[in-house]
C-alpha cells in the first residue's frame, strides 16, 4: 500500500520567513497531492492541492511543487504570519488505498 | 447539511463499555474514511469506505473495532470493550470519489475513564 513520509515533524521559523514540508511517497499510482492544516480543536481542513499533471500551484502565499520521478512534493508558505501556526499534513490518493496522510508537522511562527 | 457531521461531539466512558459513534458525510459523497487522533499526534487510518466496494479495513487497531455505512451513507465505529488507550479523537472524512477533496467532520472526542 501507499507510505507517505513527512518531515519535519516541528518546525519553527520567524514571522515574515519561508517556511517549507517536504513529503515523499512510495505508489506511482499515486496521482492527487493535498495538503490540510489542522488548527487546534478542529478537523483538517485543504488549504491547497495538486494532481500529478502539474508540476507547481500558488495560492497567494502558498505554493506547492511535484516532482513525480523522484516521489516527492512539497509545501511552501511565504511571509508567514502568526495565523499560520498550525499543523499541516500532507496526503497522496489514487492507488488503491484512498488518501494516506502524512505524519503531520507542527508550524510555530515565532514573533 | 453543508458539512459531515459526526455525533456525539464528546463522550464519556466507563472503561469496559461499548460506545457507537456517528459519521454524517456530505450527500453524494461516495468515499468515507475514520481517523483515530491522539493528542498532538497524527492521524492514525482506521477504515476505508468507497462506494460498493470491500472496505479496507486494514487500520483497525483490535477486533474490538468495527465499521459499517448503511446504504453509502451514514457510518457507525463501534468501539467494544473500551480500554483507556482508545481515549482520543475519532475524526471522520467524506470526499466524492478517492481523487478528490475530503472533507471531515469536527470530530468525536472520546475519554475512557
Known amino acids: 500500500g501507499e507510505n507517505v513520509e513527512q518531515h519535519p515533524s516541528t518546525l519553527s521559523v520567524q514571522e515574515g520567513d519561508s517556511a517549507v514540508i517536504k513529503c515523499t511517497y512510495s505508489?506511482?499510482?499515486?496521482?492527487?497531492f493535498p495538503w490540510y492544516k489542522q488548527e487546534l480543536g478542529k478537523g483538517p481542513q485543504l488549504i491547497i492541492d495538486?494532481?500529478?499533471?502539474?508540476g507547481e500551484k500558488k495560492d497567494q502565499r502558498i505554493a506547492v511543487t511535484l516532482n513525480k520521478t523522484a516521489k516527492h512534493f512539497s509545501l511552501h508558505i511565504t511571509e508567514t504570519q502568526p495565523e499560520d501556526s498550525a499543523v499541516y499534513f500532507c496526503?497522496?490518493?489514487?492507488?488503491?488505498?484512498?488518501?494516506?496522510f502524512g505524519k503531520g508537522t507542527h508550524l510555530i511562527i515565532q514573533p | 447539511g453543508a458539512g459531515v457531521s459526526q455525533s456525539p461531539s464528546n463522550k464519556v466512558t466507563e472503561k469496559g463499555k461499548d460506545v457507537e459513534l456517528r459519521c454524517d458525510p456530505i450527500s453524494g459523497h461516495t468515499a468515507l474514511y475514520w481517523y483515530r487522533q491522539s493528542l498532538g499526534q497524527g492521524l492514525e487510518f482506521l477504515i476505508y469506505f468507497q462506494g460498493n466496494s470491500a472496505p479496507d479495513k486494514s487500520g483497525l487497531p483490535s477486533d474490538r473495532f468495527s465499521a459499517e455505512r448503511t446504504g453509502g451513507s451514514v457510518s457507525t465505529l463501534t468501539i467494544q470493550r473500551t480500554q483507556q488507550e482508545d481515549s482520543a479523537v475519532y475524526l471522520c472524512?467524506?470526499?466524492?470519489?478517492?481523487?478528490?477533496?475530503?472533507?471531515f467532520g469536527q470530530g468525536t472526542r472520546l475519554t475512557v475513564v
Open positions: 496526503a497522496a490518493s489514487g492507488g488503491a488505498d484512498g488518501l494516506t
Open positions: 495538486i494532481r500529478s499533471n502539474v
Open positions: 472524512a467524506s470526499s466524492f470519489s478517492e481523487n478528490t477533496e475530503a472533507f
Open positions: 505508489d506511482s499510482a499515486s496521482n492527487y
